[in-house]
Nanobody, 129 residues
Framework: QLQLVESGGGLVQPGGSLRLSCAASGFTLDFYAIGWFRQAPGKEREGVSCISSSSGSTHYADSVKGRFTISRDNAKNTVYLQMNSLKPEDTAVYYC??????????????????????WGQGTQVTVSS
């Protein structure tokens, strides 16, 4: 069974940090581009960051650039999202998604993160004092 499982969410004060993990089971992430997305109540889903498979290149939404860092550990079949300097507007359910993409960038020419084939169940991140 192909599965992605996110973890690491929680409640943090503004300015704090969290590290989200996206662990795959049933398949290897080596040839998959991975994206992190988030959705706040009443808002549309937003692509936050992505990492390509072969090149390892990364992309970030302007809203998180300089604060979030995406990385992958293929040996652990896991992708991480390090989130620093968190703000209340970062509050959302965070999802990771995987799309098979052996070569090429995780972001389309139009600038959007590629739509995943597989999704995790999401993890809640709440930034509040």
């Amino acid at each position: 069974q192909l599965q992605l499982v996110e973890s690491g969410g929680g409640l943090v004060q503004p300015g704090g940090s969290l590290r989200l993990s996206c662990a795959a089971s049933g398949f290897t992430l080596d040839f998959y581009a991975i994206g992190w997305f988030r959705q706040a109540p009443g808002k549309e889903r937003e692509g936050v960051s992505c990492i390509s498979s072969s090149s390892g290149s990364t992309h970030y939404a302007d809203s998180v650039k300089g604060r979030f860092t995406i990385s992958r550990d293929n040996a652990k079949n896991t992708v991480y999202l390090q989130m620093n300097s968190l703000k209340p507007e970062d509050t959302a359910v965070y999802y990771c998604g995987a799309v098979f993409l052996r070569f090429g960038e995780c972001r389309t020419v139009a600038g959007s993160i590629r739509e995943p084939n597989y999704w995790g169940q999401g993890t809640q991140v709440t930034v509040s004092s």
